[in-house]
Every structure is written in structure tokens, then in C-alpha cells.
């Protein structure tokens, strides 16, 4: 898995975001070339809850509009899924407390680092920035 990507949820989320036209349409562009073929994306189960979450209550999208998207990135096989375990946690963990990150991108981190990828995806730099071995793009251009 080493030429692909992990992408974070704010690039996805921002694919559905009517509130932002400029992050919508570039993200939207972003994700559109996954499904399509043109480049392969990587996602963990983590951000697809995310996702849902995120859909359902930040951008009030119905459940049964927000199941299907998930959904059709689950069902994709442009989009590879990945999962933590307890492993990948324990890592986390320590990760977080010795790099000052939030907790959940360091679990991405290291979901990341155990399924051999390094590049990800974000408009978060400043989180994702300080963990060793890991290579941020920030498709938006825009510092968080």
C-alpha cells in the first residue's frame, strides 16, 4: 500500500459541505477522482464513522442520505478500507501523550504507519505535522 493515500474526513466531509463552495468543489474533485478510478484512496473504519457523524449532526444531512454515502464508500474498491486493533491503540496512545497530539489522529497515525502508508491527506496540518513519519498534504492550501 505505499503509493496510496489515507484520506482524512474534513476532505470528505468538505465533498458534501454546501456551506463552503470553494473546499466543496475542490474536495468534491478529490474524492470524485477515488471513485472514478483516477487515484486509489485509503480509509479506516474510523473515518468513515466520522464521516456519518459528521454528516448527520454537522451538516444535518438525513441518516438515510448520510447511510448511503458511507456506504458507497465502503462498497468501492477504489476506496481501501484499513481498521486499528488493540495494537494499533496501545500505539495511539503513546503516541499522543510523546507527539502532543489529539488522541483520534494519532490512532490515524498509527493505523496508517501498520498498513505501511505515510502520506495523508488533511487540511489538518498542525496535528498531523508533529508525528514522526508521517508526510502531510493539505490539498486546500489553507493553514488550520
Known amino acids: 500500500m505505499k503509493d496510496e493515500s489515507f484520506y482524512d474526513t474534513n476532505i470528505l466531509i468538505n465533498a458534501y ?3 463552503e463552495p470553494r473546499k466543496r468543489k475542490l474536495c468534491k474533485q478529490i474524492v470524485k477522482d477515488v471513485f472514478s478510478g483516477r487515484d486509489v484512496g485509503v ?3 474510523q473515518i468513515l464513522v466520522e464521516l ?3 454528516l448527520t449532526r ?3 444531512v438525513p441518516e438515510d442520505s ?3 454515502i458511507v456506504e458507497s464508500f465502503i462498497l468501492s474498491e477504489n476506496w481501501l478500507k484499513i481498521n486499528d486493533n488493540e495494537n494499533t ?3 495511539a496512545l503513546k503516541s499522543s501523550f510523546a507527539f502532543k497530539s489529539p488522541f483520534l489522529d494519532a490512532l490515524i497515525a498509527e493505523t ?3 498498513h505501511g502508508l505515510n502520506t495523508i491527506i488533511t487540511e489538518n496540518e498542525k496535528d498531523f505535522i508533529k508525528i514522526p513519519g508521517i508526510k502531510v498534504i493539505n490539498p486546500l492550501g489553507l493553514k488550520d
Open 17 to 19: 459541505d454546501l456551506n
Open 43 to 45: 480509509v479506516s473504519g
Open 52 to 54: 456519518y457523524n459528521s
Open 58 to 60: 454537522k451538516l444535518a
Open 66 to 68: 448520510a447511510r448511503k
Open 89 to 91: 491503540i496501545k500505539a
Open 112 to 114: 496508517m504507519k501498520e
